[in-house]
T-cell receptor, first 113, second 111 residues
Framework: EAGVAQSPRYKIIEKRQSVAFWCNPI?????LYWYQQILGQGPKLLIQ????????DSQLPKDRFSAERLKGVDSTLKIQPAKLEDSAVYLC???????????FGQGTRLTVV | AQSVTQLDSQVPVFEEAPVELRCNYS??????LFWYVQYPNQGLQLLLK??????LVKGINGFEAEFNKSQTSFHLRKPSVHISDTAEYFC?????????FGRGTSLIVHP
């Protein structure tokens, strides 16, 4: 069974530039999560989708971050404009449902300079 | 609200010795509890989970954890560690609120 796919693996951008991350969840998983993991900290949930609807985005900095999950499958997370403090690993995860085990992708390491 | 506290940021241990990684949580509702492992430059992999039933949960790679409701703890244990267990370990809780992770414990196994 294929796992959660994320791209790119690494990205370096200058502050005030924009960037987008892509996630393809495990086939059949209705729930998709985006997490931000800053160095030395645990993952922090940014947004949770159930199919193509948003379940929770209370911790998403909406002035600069946006995410969508068109057709309830793939998802993209965008940052515009990026700040230095956005440097982190962005993890995508998926699960069958909100209470089921979540499977994580390898993440995208973003460095903002 | 809910929170997770991992009491040790780093735990050094010799190979074949036992280890315990501590996790305490707070929540006003019933929770599900998880332990994940993260190897360098990798995503998180589920070690074990507590949803209900027996408070002693066995996971992969010889790890186990015990849910203690009165002490609001979910400590992770392994009777004999291997060099390959060197990694970052995260405790996580979910209930009616969004999933919450601890800051992580770095397990360092020395030969």
């Amino acid at each position: 069974e294929a796992g959660v796919a994320q791209s790119p693996r690494y990205k370096i951008i200058e502050k005030r530039q924009s960037v987008a991350f892509w996630c393809n969840p495990i086939s059949g998983h209705a729930t998709l999560y985006w997490y931000q993991q800053i160095l030395g900290q645990g993952p922090k949930l940014l947004i949770q989708f159930q199919n193509n609807g948003v379940v929770d985005d209370s911790q998403l900095p909406k002035d600069r971050f946006s995410a969508e999950r068109l057709k309830g499958v793939d998802s993209t997370l965008k940052i515009q404009p990026a700040k230095l403090e956005d440097s982190a690993v962005y993890l995508c995860a998926s699960s069958f449902g909100g209470e089921a085990e979540a499977f994580f992708g390898q993440g995208t390491r973003l460095t903002v300079v | 609200a809910q929170s997770v506290t991992q009491l040790d940021s780093q735990v050094p241990v010799f190979e074949e010795a036992p280890v315990e990684l501590r996790c305490n949580y707070s929540s006003s509702v019933s929770v599900y509890l998880f332990w994940y492992v993260q190897y360098p430059n990798q995503g998180l992999q589920l070690l074990l989970k507590y949803l209900s039933g027996s408070t002693l949960v066995k996971g992969i790679n010889g790890f186990e954890a015990e849910f203690n409701k009165s002490q609001t703890s979910f400590h992770l244990r392994k009777p004999s560690v291997h060099i390959s267990d060197t990694a970052e370990y995260f405790c996580a809780v979910r209930g009616s609120y969004i999933p919450t992770f601890g800051r992580g414990t770095s397990l360092i196994v020395h030969p």
